[in-house]
């Protein structure tokens, strides 16, 4: 079956520092990902998607995404974190034409 | 940018009372789906409806939950005896068909149900 398993609940870097949120799945076939962000008290936004058109996905707001088969990640980067992008995480599989949500990163950005 | 829109914002019911959150999907999206996220937990899949009818559901998605399309725009869901364990928050989606190609949903802001 689909799912995601996302390895980190919380994970704390220094504004200007890298980001990297991990993700793998578990997929019967080639898989379609997508990364959504939750801000505090807000809806959910995509960021990027993955649909096998490339392995590395850019998406917005300065993250990116690579897909890799091998390893069954799609791990979410950024080269160097803001403030503003302290939220909640979300690594999302499709089962069917559901979508099927891991459990979430909190980031948390130090000033 | 077009956006799913929900109401209301904030919904606070008295257990045992029916409630009923609204949402407005995409004008093009034919695919729907309600999602819940209970405070500090995982977003959860209720349900999905498609061709006016429900394609899938959760086994949270029981006989007090019930959703429609009751014209060309709306599409909602009623909870039709509140539980305190209702209280979440409650996130509508629609995706496009995508021509075989499989599309992002789109979400709402959310609704925050809290049963007292």
């Known amino acids: 079956a689909q799912s995601v398993t996302q390895l980190d609940s919380h994970v704390s870097v220094s504004e200007g520092t890298p980001v990297l949120l991990r993700c793998n799945y578990s997929?019967?076939?080639?898989?379609?990902l997508f990364w959504y962000v939750q801000h505090p008290n807000k809806g959910l936004q995509l960021l990027l998607k993955y649909t096998s058109a490339a392995t590395l996905v850019k998406g917005i707001n300065g993250f990116e995404a690579e897909f890799k088969k091998s390893e069954t990640s799609f791990h979410l980067t950024k080269p160097s974190a803001h403030m503003s992008d302290a939220a909640e995480y979300f690594c999302v599989n499709i089962r069917t034409y559901k979508y099927i949500f891991g459990t979430g990163t909190r980031l948390k950005v130090l000033a | 940018e077009p956006e799913v829109t929900q109401t209301p914002s904030h919904q606070v019911t008295q257990m045992g009372q029916e409630v009923i959150l609204r949402c407005v999907p995409i004008?093009?999206?034919?695919?729907f789906y309600w999602y819940r996220q209970i405070l500090g937990q995982k977003v959860e899949f209720l349900v999905s409806f498609y061709n006016n009818e429900i394609s899938e559901k959760s086994e949270i998605f029981d006989d007090q939950f019930s959703v429609e399309r009751p014209d060309g725009s709306n599409f909602t869901l009623k909870i039709r005896s509140t539980k305190l364990e209702d209280s979440a928050m409650y996130f509508c989606?629609?995706?496009?068909?995508?021509?075989?190609?499989?599309?992002?949903?789109?979400f709402g802001q959310g609704t925050r149900l809290t049963v007292v």
């Open positions: 989606a629609s995706r496009a068909t995508g021509g075989g190609m499989v599309t992002e949903a789109f």
């Open positions: 004008s093009n999206h034919l695919y």
């Open positions: 997929s019967s076939y080639s898989p379609s």
